[in-house]
C-alpha cells in the first residue's frame, strides 16, 4: 500500500523548510530521518512518556503522535534550538545544577516541555510543575530534583547546595 505525499512548508528551528513527505510520516520522524535532529527521542511511541515533546508553535507537543503534514504552516523548536555546550539555556542549568538528570533520554522532551512552560509563565508554582511533569516519564531519576530544579528557576525555590563535582 503506497502513501501519497504532501508539500510541506514549516519552520524549524528558525530554518524554512519546504519538502515533500508521505502523508503517513509521524512528525518525530520526520525530525529525525529527514532532517537529521536526533535530539527528539521516540521512547514508547504513544505518548506518555514525553520524550518525544517539541513545541509547535510554542506549545509543547508530542511528535510522535502528530503526522509531518499536520505541521504545515507552524514553527517547530526542538532540542537542538535549546542552549549550547558553551552556555545552557535556564532550564538545562537549573537541571543540571540540581543534578536531576541521569540517563537523558527522557530529557529532550522534559526541556522542551519546561521552555514551553517557562515562556508562558515565568513563575510557575509547584503545582504548574508538578502538572508539567505528569506527562513525562523518567525512569532513572526521582523527580523530586527535577521539581526543585525547575522551582529554583522559577524563583520559589532554594538554589542547590550540592557541591559540583
Known amino acids: 500500500m503506497s502513501s501519497s505525499l504532501h508539500d510541506l512548508n514549516v519552520t524549524v528551528n528558525g530554518e524554512k523548510i ?6 503517513g510520516l509521524r512528525l518525530a520522524d520526520f525530525l529525525r530521518d ?4 536526533t535530539g527528539t527521542h521516540i521512547g514508547c511511541g504513544e505518548g506518555p512518556c514525553g520524550s518525544c ?9 508530542r511528535s510522535c ?12 523548536e526542538t532540542i537542538e534550538s535549546v ?8 532550564v538545562q542549568a537549573a537541571l543540571h545544577q540540581h543534578h536531576a538528570l541521569q540517563c537523558g533520554f527522557c530529557t529532550p522532551g522534559l526541556v522542551m516541555s519546561a521552555v514551553g512552560m517557562f515562556r ?26 527535577i521539581i526543585e ?8 525555590g532554594e538554589p542547590s ?3 559540583e563535582e
Open 161 to 163: 547546595s550540592k557541591a
Open 65 to 76: 503522535l502528530m503526522l509531518a503534514v499536520q505541521a504545515q504552516g507552524c514553527s517547530i
Open 83 to 90: 542552549g549550547t555546550d558553551a552556555e545552557l539555556h535556564p
Open 120 to 145: 508562558n509563565n515565568p513563575h510557575p508554582s509547584r503545582g504548574e510543575i508538578a502538572t508539567m511533569l505528569q506527562g513525562h516519564l523518567c525512569r532513572c531519576t526521582g523527580y523530586l530534583n
Open 18 to 23: 519546504f519538502t515533500t513527505v508521505p502523508s
Open 53 to 61: 515533546t517539541v513545541l509547535l508553535d510554542g506549545e509543547p507537543v
Open 34 to 37: 529527514e532532517l537529521g535532529l
Open 149 to 156: 530544579a525547575m522551582e529554583t528557576l522559577a524563583g520559589i
